[in-house]
């Protein structure tokens, strides 16, 4: 141990030059070890193998100190297992030791790197002792012909030692140590320092005329009085760290971890409310699509995967053994089979919409027929699905909506050489009546006078457009998408109703088709919605998971019908329509916009507050008068039995 550096570092440190001392080793080096808060190993030659000392001091939790020698590298890594420094440098050694002390006391890197050495020890050189076994029996055994060889040793796994297969053997060695433990006593540094600690404590009692027997150190009832308070604080201030913690925003980790909390939660539920499995792995994923089925005949094309979550318009044809969600069950309105013919797939997302907090609570969230699944050329592929979920990672600021399965614009219409617009596909699917149908909804949503233009123009670039609701966006996007979605649906089903008779449908030129009469236009109407709303569109190819934007809204100036389709108008909108439901002002017997989902107002808030309020003030007067009625009259107990 060069004399120099602990001079050095004793200086630097602030300690008195007599508290550092130098003794011979001898045989009680447990002992000394256990005694010690760090352990500087310093050798002035090259050690050829991992010393002996460094083992036993990290594996009795101790932080070490040691040399830059390769033998030491090779199993110790600087600032994790231990702290390795320069030879013949003060400076990189001071820096070791005041890292690990901080005011008179190990610091909490130096319990950290304790920690991390006692597991290094356990394990240390387990690889190469298995190893050289391995080359030794390799050397010495011969096979026959017809045996099958060993592996090669390169390819012997990593490991750690079964200790609970040693653990007799382990008895019996502190057994022995145990025996020979007075022998040792009587040459061992641990016992030198006791003596001359317990002859420093009798000199000072004995100047201050005390008495020479030292007094048992047994704690007072004003000692547990003092560390149970001393508990109750640290118990209260971790109750006070976890909640601010769960109120804090942090980085939800990687999966695994995600996978462990989820379960842990889940344990401390009662068996009746766990939850299925599927939900479990959802649990930290940022994004859930809703596969929409209609019938126990789309079950072969939906996915199982915890990216995936069925949702039933049926209630008879939900899957059994599966956490899909019942549409019917959480919107009314679909148990009525004309609604649910003419509504189709979007009346699931309006299902999923109200009161979305209760089912999905992702920052992401999409949506995939059935339909699309069984075409397998417009279903998501394995890499297309990681594709997106590590984008929506990576990119968490901006609206976006990505879409995979699109509008087949490029032929043409059969025996015509115009290439296929937007409105002109759009009028294909609907009968031939779909601009006309969609400009008077969107009149007639708005109130606009028969002068102004109310059909938003599509632009003719030669992009792709979304189709069979396969898309995704953030749930806040979607949540205005359905917002503005019900009032159109409404003003659609207004066209098609005379008070309370239901008329012929217009977009429609087959009995199916009329059976399923919004399907199409609705089905198509994100497309507007994320247009004119400057919400950016990327269609994400489904095979390789290519992303191309569509549409760029630096293209869209002057294209854009933004102020029918900013949030603050669609919000006031949907209040005055909730107020008026409300009131009782219905505009027609089949007024379909209140039975779509959740109605919010003003009003509906301060009407609430003010029962709150009237039950709160009823409680308390009833407790008044039971509280004068005893005074009065005072206590009597009803008679048991009458």
Not at 97 to 126: P, T
Not at 276 to 282: Q, Y
Not at 507 to 517: A, Q, T
Request: negative net charge; glycine residues 6%.
């Amino acid at each position: 141990m060069p004399a120099l550096f602990l001079q050095e570092i004793t200086a630097h440190l602030g300690v008195h030059h007599s508290s550092v001392r130098h003794f011979g080793m001898n045989g009680d080096v447990n002992g000394l070890l256990l005694m010690a808060d760090i352990v500087l190993y310093g050798s002035s030659q090259g050690v050829q193998s991992f010393p002996p000392l460094l083992t036993r001091a990290m594996s009795f939790g101790i932080p070490v100190i040691a040399p830059d020698d390769p033998v030491i590298k090779k199993y110790v890594v600087d600032g994790v297992h231990g702290m390795i420094y320069p030879k013949h440098k003060p400076d990189a050694l001071m820096r070791a030791f005041s890292l690990l002390i901080s005011k008179r006391k190990l610091s909490k890197f130096a319990h950290a790197v304790a920690s991390s050495g006692r597991l290094l020890a356990k394990n240390m050189q387990a690889s190469d002792c298995i190893a050289g076994y391995a080359r030794l029996l390799e050397n010495v055994l011969t096979f026959p012909s017809d045996a099958l060889l060993p592996g090669q040793i390169s390819q012997l796994k990593q490991g750690a030692w079964e200790w609970n297969l040693l653990s007799k053997e382990m008895e019996q060695n502190m057994g022995i140590m145990d025996q020979n433990d007075s022998y040792m006593r009587n040459s061992s540094i641990v016992y030198t320092l006791e003596e001359e600690l317990i002859n420093s404590i009798d000199l000072r009692n004995a100047s201050q005329n005390e008495p020479e027997i030292l007094d048992l150190d047994i704690p007072t009832d004003l000692d547990w009085e003092i560390l149970t308070q001393i508990e109750k604080t640290e118990e209260l201030e971790s109750l006070e760290m976890e909640e601010i913690e769960e109120k804090m925003e942090k980085d939800s980790g990687v999966w695994d971890e995600i996978y462990r909390n989820a379960r842990r939660s889940e344990k401390l539920k009662s068996e009746g409310n766990e939850r299925d499995e599927g939900e479990l792995e959802r649990t930290g994923q940022a994004l859930c699509i809703y596969e929409i089925y209609n019938g126990a005949g789309a079950w072969p094309f939906l996915h199982h995967s915890s990216l995936y979550r069925g949702l039933s318009l049926s209630t008879r044809a939900r899957r059994l053994r599966s956490d899909d969600v019942d549409a019917v069950g959480r919107l009314p309105i679909l148990n009525d089979s004309y609604y649910r013919d003419i509504l189709c797939e979007i009346g699931g997302m309006f299902a999923i919409a109200n009161s979305v907090d209760n089912i999905h609570k992702r920052p992401w969230i999409g949506f995939q027929s059935w339909r699309a699944a069984g075409r397998k050329q417009v279903s998501l592929s394995t890499k297309a699905e990681h594709v997106l979920e590590e984008t929506i990672k990576e990119e968490t600021k901006g609206d976006v909506m990505y879409f995979w399965a699109h509008l087949d614009m490029g032929s043409g219409l059969s025996g015509n050489n115009d290439v296929l617009t937007f409105w002109s596909m759009c009028d294909v699917l609907n009968g031939g009546n779909c601009r006309t149908a969609f400009e008077d909804a969107f009149r007639r949503m708005y109130a606009l006078p028969s002068y102004i233009e109310a059909l938003p123009p599509m632009p003719e670039d030669g992009g792709h457009w979304s189709a069979l609701h396969s898309w995704m966006m953030p749930t806040p996007s979607f949540l205005e998408f359905i917002m503005f979605s019900r009032m159109f649906a409404d003003s659609l089903n207004r066209l098609h109703t005379n008070s309370s008779k239901i008329t012929t449908c217009l977009l429609s030129s087959s009995n199916l088709e009329k059976k399923h009469c919004y399907c199409w236009i609705l089905e198509l109407l994100v497309n507007v919605w994320a247009y004119h709303s400057a919400r950016k569109m990327v269609y994400i190819d489904p095979h390789t998971g290519s992303l191309e934007e569509q549409h760029p809204i630096e293209h869209r100036k002057g294209y854009m019908w933004a102020k029918y389709f900013n949030f603050p108008l669609l919000k006031s909108m949907d209040e005055d329509l909730a107020e008026a439901v409300d009131d009782g002002d219905h505009p027609s017997d089949m007024w379909l916009w209140p039975l779509t989902g959740e109605l919010y107002w003003q009003g509906v808030y301060e009407r609430e507050r003010e029962e709150r309020y009237r039950l709160k003030m009823d409680k308390k007067r009833k407790t008044r008068e039971k509280l004068f009625g005893r005074m009065r009259y005072g206590y009597r107990q009803k008679s048991l039995g009458r």
